[in-house]
């Protein structure tokens, strides 16, 4: 069974984070959800924060005003709006 999602995001210009995590936490307007291994092919926009839950166990999150998520067959692709973006 997978264990971990791909992950890329791309901020304006350049990628902003590539590699494998656990799970993945952001919110869009319906509220928080989590994406996990093995996760159904799924689009939305989302806003606030985006929080990696890498490997190590230990977690990344970027702030940022909006982006769009993709998921499509265990790769995970977001695109960030970069007003307001920072990485803590």
Known sequence: MVQEISVTIYGLESILYEGKVQ???SKN???TFDILPTHSNFISLIED???LHERAGTKKEFKMKNGVLEVINNHVSVF?????LKES
Do not use: F, Q, V
């Open 23 to 25: 799970a993945i936490t």
């Open 29 to 31: 307007i319906k509220g």
């Open 49 to 51: 924060s985006l929080i």
């Open 80 to 84: 960030l709006d970069l007003e307001g």
